[in-house]
Each structure stands twice: as structure tokens, then as C-alpha cells.
T-cell receptor, first 114, second 114 residues
């Protein structure tokens, strides 16, 4: 069965430090896309970064990077130089070839400390 | 310009009432979705339409009925509201049926059933 696991329900990080949010997945498909979304306390879902299963290089978007380890089936989000505004829920999601459906993890609540 | 919009943002109603939530996207996407996010922040897909055709219909009480008058609009009607329907409902849209396709979310509608 296709499944996404985010094992960290909550995390703290000091402002200006880097933090890694874990995401592992279970699939036998070879073709899939991995996404990270941010949900601040205001409630909206904000797309952050995308990684394709065939991409050889890790995706980066500004302070966000995705540490993609295909053999380990992990797609961890790395936030560098954390800011107070990074405090939010973060969701990992997947989409598989030939389907319209996205699967979401249970989320990690990140709190950045001043 | 708001890419995916939902109305209303907040909805407070009594048990047994019928209510609707409207969603519109101006991204030119072909596929739209409804998600339910419960109090634990778990995101569950409910329905999806592609070019006005229902393509995803998850295990949802038949009190919930989606309707897509055109590919830019997807509405959700809920009959005989129950306490357990209280949640945040998100509309989302995406363009293509492939793994690179990013899903964009509306701001959410917080439904409270009293």
C-alpha cells in the first residue's frame, strides 16, 4: 500500500539554525512526485518544493531543500537559517503516475524559537 | 488575484441544516479537489473532478455532494449537518495527470456545527 510517514509530530529549532523535517514513504512504484506544503497558523496551505522520483539532483527553493534518498524512500525537508515565520505545520505529500490522487502525511509542527 | 478562492471562509450552523461551500480557480486547471482537515490536522481527500467529471469519490457519507458546473468551479453541498462534520474544508486544483503536477489550495472554509 502507498503510504507517507512523518514521524515527528512536533519540533523546535532555534532561530537562524537549520532544521530537518523527516518524511518517509512506502511504494513499489518507480514514478512518483514528492511535495512539501507549509500550513501557518492562518490556515492556508502553501506549496514549498517538489522532487520527482527520476530527478538525480535534490530540489532547492531558496532556504528550502529536499534531501531525497530514493533507496531509503525518504524525502526530508531541510530549512536553512530558520526564521520566526517558519513556525507552522509542514506536510509531505506524494503523487503517483497515472492517478490524480495525492497522499499526505500527518504533518510536523515546527516551532522556531527566538 | 486569488488563484483558488473559497466562500465562505467561516461557516457556523446548527445540526441538521444544509449548507454549501463554493470554490473557484482562475489558474486554468482541469482538476479540482475537496479535502477535509480534521482537528488533528489530518488531510483527507473527499472528491475530485476533472473537466466536470467525477474522478475521485472517497468513502464519504452521501450527505456530501459535490457539483462542478464548469472546470473552474467546484461546490460542496452538505445535507443534514452533524457535529462530526466540523472541520476545515479545502478546495484545491491541479493541471495535469502526471507526477510533476503541483496542487494549489484555497484558503479553506472552517465549518463549525453546533
Amino acid at each position: 500500500a502507498q503510504k507517507i510517514t512523518q514521524t515527528q509530530p512536533g519540533m523546535f529549532v532555534q532561530e537562524k539554525e537549520a532544521v530537518t523535517l523527516d518524511c518517509t514513504y512506502d511504494t513499489s512504484d518507480q514514478s512518483y512526485g514528492l511535495f512539501w506544503y507549509k500550513q501557518p497558523s492562518s490556515g492556508e496551505m502553501i506549496f514549498l518544493i517538489y522532487q520527482g522520483s527520476y530527478d538525480e539532483q535534490n530540489a532547492t527553493e531558496g532556504r528550502y531543500s529536499l534531501n531525497f534518498q530514493k533507496a531509503r524512500k525518504s524525502a526530508n525537508l531541510v530549512i536553512s537559517a530558520s526564521q520566526l515565520g517558519d513556525s507552522a505545520m509542514y506536510f509531505c505529500a506524494m503523487r503517483f503516475s497515472g492517478t490524480y490522487k495525492y497522499i499526505f502525511g500527518t504533518g510536523t509542527r515546527l516551532k522556531v524559537l527566538a | 488575484d486569488t488563484a483558488v478562492s473559497q466562500t465562505p471562509k467561516y461557516l457556523v450552523t446548527q445540526m441538521g441544516n444544509d449548507k454549501s461551500i463554493k470554490c473557484e480557480q482562475n489558474l486554468g486547471h482541469d482538476t479540482m479537489y475537496w479535502y477535509k482537515q480534521d482537528s488533528k490536522k489530518f488531510l483527507k481527500i473527499m472528491f475530485s473532478y476533472n473537466n466536470k467529471e467525477l474522478i475521485i469519490n472517497e468513502t464519504v457519507p452521501n450527505r456530501f455532494s459535490p457539483k462542478s458546473p464548469d472546470k473552474a468551479h467546484l461546490n460542496l453541498h452538505i445535507n443534514s449537518l452533524e457535529l462530526g462534520d466540523s472541520a476545515v474544508y479545502f478546495c484545491a486544483s491541479s493541471q495535469r495527470r502526471d507526477i510533476t503536477d503541483t496542487q494549489y489550495f484555497g484558503p479553506g472554509t472552517r465549518l463549525t456545527v453546533l
